[in-house]
């Protein structure tokens, strides 16, 4: 980094303010319910809720404290003031670097300062050497809070930067949960006409990636499309997270108003987490079945599963590439597959999945082990940078934050992030969904095209509109 470059992130890190004032509390028997609430009150204009590993969820707010990396700019926000500076093509290491000037401001405590965001998938194109498909769009966003809170099974810790953020949000808390759930009145006829929509364009797709795998240009490619909602009134994500997580078995979970998007989503797995030890992994997907109320049905598929020989292969291939990824950040030797082809329970599917890790090398950082693992190969394809130049030419328009990342971290070394999965997803008046389905060259067409439907139900089943629309049909309880 340059001294001039330097200077500007230690004067924005500076202007941020700390978290100095701190609260314990009662814990929260709902800590979803408690999140969502602290949601649903609009305390600052970007918040997240993220839900970790260990039943541990977070909530984090503010207004004008945060970091968006453009591909050619980065620009900073705090104390009413702007920092811009050019990324030089390398919006992710300039994006870090501005982070890790927070370490040494004022206000670090445990760990560090904290962080909250997302990257959009189009951050991979730069990283994977095709710079020209990365777009002009935000990369990766990220919101320094002036409110966190951590809600676990033993206390409730509220941090902020000023004590009437820390009223403000114990008085929050502190109130009894009066709002219900709206009905459900999305049919599951009207949920499969959403998912079923645009089935022509996406078949045209995903005949072009067939023939590319056919003439020896890649081995698999997920291809996914884009999902609207119809018009109405605007969704009530906060809702929508409540209902879906009630009904859903993540990995992790968000629900975020953050640079730009909505979302609420259901992850089935992480990109990546890293302790503050160097301890990294990666939690690869790969192979399929439905999951149901019937526990027989559900455990002759898992049957079927563990014994079906493409699942197995593409499985397995899944996890040597992740290795291979890890062994780039990691120390010799240090690589292992610590899981492997267990069957994870994720809402209507149930998944073969598998854990690598390893042992950063001294010299390599989150940033390192992100750009290695971005994006997660279980929303690309064999070869990851193969498959991301076709889906650049195959599939509609971006995908922004659907198989990118949201995540959480630290200043103090700490990163998790997960995949942007199975989640609903809002940009200005506009409301969708999007999934995918692994493209190979045996792959129909006609088939394919139907495939994502249950990966995309999990997120779409009950998506509630706000009230002045309820009970006026699919869609709109």
């Known amino acids: 980094m340059s001294a001039g470059l330097r200077n500007t992130w230690d004067s924005w890190a500076s202007s941020v303010p700390p978290l100095a004032y701190s609260s314990t509390l009662e814990p929260c028997h709902d800590p979803a319910a408690a999140a969502t609430r602290l949601a649903q009150a609009a305390l600052a204009d970007q918040y997240m809720v993220y839900e970790a590993a260990g039943g541990v969820w977070y909530f984090a707010a503010g207004s004008?404290?945060?970091?968006?990396?453009?591909?050619?700019?980065?620009?900073?926000?705090?104390?009413?003031?702007?920092?811009?500076?050019?990324?030089?093509?390398?919006?992710?290491?300039?994006?870090?670097?501005?982070?890790?000037?927070?370490?040494?401001?004022?206000?670090?405590?445990?760990?560090?300062?904290?962080?909250?965001?997302?990257?959009?998938?189009?951050?991979?194109?730069i990283l994977h050497a095709d710079p020209a498909?990365?777009?002009?769009?935000?990369?990766?966003?990220?919101?320094?809070?002036?409110?966190?809170?951590?809600?676990?099974?033993?206390?409730?810790?509220?941090?902020?930067?000023?004590?009437?953020?820390?009223?403000?949000?114990?008085?929050?808390?502190?109130?009894p949960t009066t709002r219900q759930l709206p009905p459900d009145g999305t049919t599951p006829e009207a949920t499969?006409?959403?998912?079923?929509?645009?089935?022509?364009?996406?078949?045209?797709?995903?005949?072009?990636?067939?023939e590319d795998i056919r003439a020896g240009l890649l081995e698999k490619a997920v291809v996914s499309r884009?999902?609207?909602?119809?018009?109405?009134?605007?969704?009530?994500?906060?809702?929508?997270?409540?209902?879906?997580?009630?009904?859903?078995?993540?990995?992790?979970?968000?629900?975020?108003?953050?640079?730009?998007?909505?979302?609420?989503g259901f992850s089935p797995e992480t990109v990546l987490?890293?302790?503050e030890n160097g301890r990294v992994s990666t939690q690869p997907l790969a192979g399929t079945r439905a999951r149901g109320t019937d526990p027989a049905e559900n455990e002759r598929l898992r049957a079927q599963l563990l014994t079906d020989?493409?699942?197995?292969?593409?499985?397995?291939?899944?996890?040597?590439l992740a290795w291979d990824e890890m062994a780039v950040v990691c120390r010799p030797g240090?690589?292992?597959?610590?899981?492997?082809?267990?069957?994870?329970?994720?809402?209507?599917?149930?998944?073969?999945?598998?854990?690598?890790?390893?042992?950063?090398?001294?010299?390599?950082?989150?940033?390192?082990?992100?750009a290695s693992l971005f994006p997660a190969i279980t929303a690309t394809g064999v070869p990851k940078r193969s498959a991301l130049r076709a889906l650049a030419r195959h599939e509609e328009g971006p995908r922004g934050?659907?198989?990118?990342?949201?995540?959480?971290?630290?200043?103090?070394?700490?990163?998790?992030?997960?995949?942007?999965?199975?989640?609903?997803?809002?940009?200005?008046?506009?409301?969708?969904?999007?999934?995918?389905?692994?493209?190979?060259?045996?792959?129909?067409?006609?088939?394919?095209?139907?495939?994502?439907?249950?990966?995309?139900?999990?997120?779409?089943a009950s998506p509630p509109r706000s009230r002045v629309a309820r009970a006026t049909g699919p869609l709109r309880p």
């Open 401 to 460: 934050l659907y198989g990118g990342a949201v995540f959480r971290g630290s200043t103090g070394g700490a990163l998790d992030a997960a995949l942007v999965l199975r989640t609903l997803i809002g940009e200005g008046d506009e409301t969708w969904l999007r999934a995918g389905a692994g493209v190979t060259a045996q792959s129909s067409p006609e088939l394919v095209r139907w495939s994502p439907t249950a990966a995309a139900r999990p997120a779409s």
């Open 273 to 275: 987490e890293v302790g």
């Open 133 to 175: 498909a990365t777009g002009d769009g935000p990369l990766p966003h990220a919101l320094i809070p002036s409110a966190e809170v951590t809600l676990t099974g033993d206390r409730t810790v509220v941090r902020a930067v000023d004590e009437a953020w820390l009223r403000k949000v114990a008085d929050l808390l502190a109130e």
């Open 192 to 210: 499969e006409r959403i998912i079923s929509s645009g089935t022509a364009a996406y078949g045209s797709a995903v005949s072009r990636t067939v």
């Open 226 to 264: 884009r999902v609207p909602l119809p018009a109405g009134p605007p969704v009530d994500f906060p809702a929508a997270y409540l209902a879906g997580r009630r009904a859903n078995i993540p990995a992790r979970s968000y629900l975020l108003d953050l640079g730009g998007y909505r979302a609420a």
């Open 64 to 125: 004008a404290v945060d970091l968006t990396a453009h591909p050619t700019t980065i620009t900073a926000r705090a104390a009413g003031r702007t920092w811009t500076s050019p990324t030089d093509g390398r919006p992710l290491t300039v994006f870090a670097d501005a982070l890790s000037a927070l370490s040494a401001a004022r206000g670090a405590h445990d760990g560090g300062r904290h962080f909250y965001g997302w990257a959009a998938f189009e951050l991979a194109h």
């Open 334 to 370: 240090s690589v292992a597959v610590e899981e492997f082809m267990a069957v994870r329970p994720r809402g209507s599917v149930q998944h073969l999945a598998s854990r690598v890790t390893g042992r950063l090398r001294p010299d390599a950082g989150p940033r390192d082990a992100f």
């Open 309 to 320: 020989p493409r699942e197995i292969h593409e499985h397995a291939v899944s996890v040597r």
